[in-house]
């Protein structure tokens, strides 16, 4: 397939936010491509070259693309910049100079998708001394055979800013219209994706053929997209939930993702990234705990003294998360893991199987050592049992219990009541949601790069000041597709410098106008230093704990509608009667 033809649907899909409308053009772009190219073509609409747990960026900072753009247009680096300050936008200043070149370009040739695929995989994995030359000259390469349009996707690869606004979702759904003409498959595919987190491999499969994408099994070393849980407030509301269920001790540590063939051991962060060299006693662990020939496990790991039963605090375990002084870190505090989940077992998918009959498998799989152990759990259908051992959790030290359905099969990448948490903190939850005004936005790191967006900076109204003051920074509670349709409403009303309604502390990556309200649900009110929500003087202002925002943004909702500050003191106050009525209670 000629990358023209795919340029030419990217453009078409900028033009438009209907999400029917960029399914209808992306089905028509999976429906003549081959597996192979399907495949890739899913990668590069995604922004990459690789599934992200291989770890591979195709990653340019925008002045080594500035001067791949000079080399091959024949204009100096300085005009490059010049119209860059003016555009703020490197993909359209490739277009205009592209389409003005000064220097004509000897090898232009028609571009495959396979060609610019193969270009760009090589930039991603060149590295050592000299490559950044190497890179910008094969970006140029690229650049001479491309059309102005092409130019324009081309260097949006590499700073990984694709304006695309679509989502893994959307991709899914139009892989199934591609084949069925509707969604029919949309769910097998979106399951499938969860349990390798390679859509470009589900892509190639589905289209080599169709049927066997419902029985796609997990694989080892494609790390299984994590399930997630729910919550409620008291334990009386879990049982009618579940009813007789599985409570788990809640670990406060790192969600590791363990799998194993034979002597190789990988293992992987909640967000699939590849963490295996950080934990050399976990990885020595496994192969001397896990009985599997093959397998995929999952659970928390925490520094915890065996001896004396103490659980470390969770910032003691995070100081593990490190690139150096690995060895003498894993000597001093080694971490434990308390294996909640078994997905895959000699050839096995467990996943399908009720959480009863994976725990039972669990059981037989680890065999007794000094550091891998099952989390401790208890089965009951008795809300005051439940109660009793969170409690007993806290006071080892632990955040609370996970509750567990017996019969649910295991929900990759998904939050439904399969699972059931119970915090300290949820229950003080907040009786009430807020509404707030967005006034900027952070850029995503991790797994949400490919997003670019990270998360919200909002606000509440001060009516007798007539200004805005932040409360929260918000990071949860956006699905993939939210986060791409957020970017895509924040990113046309950015703004250089704080609005100046505005008093903030915090300084976003993104400044916006402040236009946009979201409903936010959040645990506790809580004094803070760094927000400016009822700050007076030096005294703390007042932020919500743990934010999320809870559906859309609210169309029928203007700035002045947001909550006030007047509210925020008021629930802050409301809140600690009742804390004081618990207190005198017990
Ligand atoms: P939260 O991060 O508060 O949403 O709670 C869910 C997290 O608790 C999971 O992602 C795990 O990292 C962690 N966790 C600790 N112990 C368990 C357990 N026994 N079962 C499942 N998740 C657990």
């Known amino acids: 397939m000629l990358f023209e033809k795919l340029a030419e649907a990217y453009e078409k899909m900028e033009a438009t936010a209907a999400r029917l409308e960029i399914t209808d053009i992306m089905s028509g772009i999976f429906k003549p491509a081959s597996p192979e190219e399907a495949k890739k073509i899913v ?7 690789a599934p992200s747990h291989a770890g591979i960026e195709v990653g340019m900072g925008e002045k080594f693309v500035e001067r791949a753009i000079a080399l091959s247009t024949g204009y100096s680096y300085k005009q490059v910049e010049a119209e860059y300050k003016k555009s703020g936008d490197l993909g359209k200043v490739a277009e205009k100079f592209v389409s003005e070149r000064r220097q004509g370009s000897l090898s232009r040739e028609d571009l495959s998708v396979k060609k610019v695929f193969d270009v760009l995989s090589r930039i991603a994995i060149a590295g050592g001394a000299g490559s950044q030359d190497a890179k910008i000259k094969s970006l140029a390469e690229l650049l001479n055979s491309a059309s102005p349009s092409e130019a324009k996707f081309i260097v949006r690869f590499p700073l990984a800013k694709m304006r695309l606004g679509i989502g893994d979702a959307t991709i899914v759904d139009s892989l199934s219209f591609a084949r069925r003409g509707s969604k029919e498959d949309s769910a097998v595919l979106a399951r499938a994706y969860n349990m390798c987190n390679d859509l470009g491999l589900v892509a190639e499969n589905y289209l080599t053929d169709e049927k066997s994408i419902a029985k796609f099994k997990p694989r080892v070393f494609s790390p299984i997209r994590p399930s997630l849980a729910e919550r409620l407030p008291t334990g009386e509301e879990i049982i009618e939930k579940l009813g007789k269920c599985s409570v788990e001790a809640k670990y406060d540590g790192l969600r590791l993702q363990v799998h194993k063939s034979g002597e190789k051991v990988e293992i992987f962060s909640r967000k699939q990234e590849k963490m295996t060299h950080m934990f050399p006693e976990i990885v020595a662990g496994v192969r001397k705990q896990v009985k599997a020939k093959e397998a995929i496990l999952e659970g928390e790991a925490l520094a915890f003294n065996s001896a004396t039963g103490e659980f470390f605090p969770f910032q003691l375990t995070m100081q593990r998360k490190r690139k150096y002084g690995v060895k003498e870190m894993a000597e001093k505090y080694p971490l434990h893991l308390f294996v909640f989940e078994a997905l895959f077992a000699d050839g096995e998918d467990l996943t399908t199987i009720p959480y009863v009959k994976r725990r039972q498998r669990l059981g037989k799989i680890i065999a007794p050592g000094e550091r891998l152990s099952l989390a401790d759990s208890i089965v009951t259908d008795k809300p005051a049992e439940l109660e009793k051992y969170f409690e007993e959790s806290i006071e080892k030290g632990l955040e609370g219990v996970i509750a567990k359905d017996l019969n649910a099969p295991y929900v990759a990448g998904a939050r439904q009541f399969a699972w059931i948490k119970l915090k300290r903190s949820y229950r003080g939850e907040l009786s ?36 805005l003051k932040t409360v929260a920074k918000i990071g949860s509670g956006f699905s993939e597709e939210e986060m791409t349709e957020m970017k895509g409403l ?13 008093d903030s502390m915090l300084t976003p990556d993104v400044w916006v106008e402040p236009k946009y309200i979201i409903t936010v649900a959040a645990d506790e009110i809580t004094r803070s230093p760094m927000h400016t929500c009822g700050k007076k003087g030096d005294a703390p202002g007042y932020a919500l704990r743990f934010p999320r925002m809870t559906g859309n ?21 409301m809140q600690k009667k009742v804390e004081m009525v618990e207190g005198e209670g017990s």
């Open 43 to 49: 990668y590069l609409t995604q922004g990459t070259v």
């Open 432 to 467: 009430d949601t807020v509404d707030l005004v967005i006034v900027g936005y952070y850029l995503g790191r991790g797994m949400r790069t490919e997003f670019g967006f990270g998360g919200v900076l909002c606000a509440v109204r001060d009516q007798d000041e007539g200004r």
């Open 490 to 502: 924040l990113d046309k009303i950015k703004v250089k410098e704080k609005p100046k309604r505005l």
């Open 553 to 573: 943004v609210r169309s029928d909702k203007g700035v002045d509608d947001a909550t006030t500050v007047e509210e925020i003191i008021a629930m802050h106050g």
